[in-house]
């Protein structure tokens, strides 16, 4: 296994412009997740998907936050209309099974000026 | 709703010194227990997990931590640290249903800084 791979790694950009990142899960694994983490807090989650199915969002995914997982296979997790509360580093995970580890990519770190 | 209280921020220790990393969680539902640990620069990295069994749980690099379901503690130990061992150290939990689980919820960190 290759691991979790996200892209980019970091990104800035400024105020009211759209991103999008993207997750390549650990090659098989049917399920995946987004967290955020803010500077000194640890990962809060976003939602998450069984295979192409997204099962959950969390209340902190307003309504410019958008991730889909088309395929089942890699996800995208896109902000439009940036703030500068965006700014945080954005986690993916995913794992094979409900009971199994979630394994964590490097994140994708975004600068919103 | 869940929550997972850290107790403290920062620990400074010596080296091969013991640690005790301090977690309690709140949950009016059954949990799994987490201890994930983030190496400067680097991804989160499971350490241990607690699904059933015994409460004593052993974990990679020499770490461990017991379930106090009484006192809704997860408590890490470690024996005799390293410099290596330098790095953010977090407490999750999630709620457990009969096939696994699915979001983790973390706790705010304790950050283990390992001096010679």
């Known amino acids: 296994d290759t691991g979790v791979s996200q892209d980019p790694r970091h990104k800035i950009t400024k105020r009211g412009q759209n991103v999008t990142f993207r997750c390549d899960p650990i090659s098989e694994h049917n399920r995946l997740y987004w967290y955020r983490q803010t500077l000194g807090q640890g990962p809060e989650f976003l939602t998450y998907?069984?295979?192409?199915?997204?099962?959950?969002k969390s209340r902190l995914l307003s309504d410019r936050f958008s991730a889909e997982r088309p395929k089942g296979s890699f996800s995208t997790l896109e902000i439009q209309r940036t703030e500068q509360g965006d700014s945080a580093m954005y986690l993916c995970?995913?794992?094979?099974?409900?009971?199994?580890?979630?394994?964590f990519g490097p994140g994708t770190r975004l600068t919103v000026l | 709703a869940q929550s997972v209280t850290q107790l403290d921020s920062q620990v400074p220790v010596f080296e091969e010194a013991p640690v005790e990393l301090r977690c309690n969680y709140s949950?009016?539902?059954?949990?799994?227990l987490f201890w994930y640990v983030q190496y400067p620069n680097q991804g989160l990295q499971l350490l241990l997990k607690y699904l059933s069994g015994s409460t004593l749980v052993k974990g990679i690099n020499g770490f461990e931590a017991e379930f106090n379901k009484s006192q809704t503690s997860f408590h890490l130990r470690k024996p005799s640290v390293h410099i290596s061992d330098t790095a953010e150290y977090f407490c999750a939990v999630s709620p457990s249903f009969s096939g696994g689980y699915n979001k983790l919820i973390f706790g705010a960190g304790t950050r283990l800084a390992v001096h010679p």
């Open positions: 998907f069984q295979n192409e199915a997204q099962l959950e």
């Open positions: 949950s009016s539902v059954s949990v799994y």
């Open positions: 995970a995913s794992s094979l099974r409900p009971r199994d580890t979630q394994y």
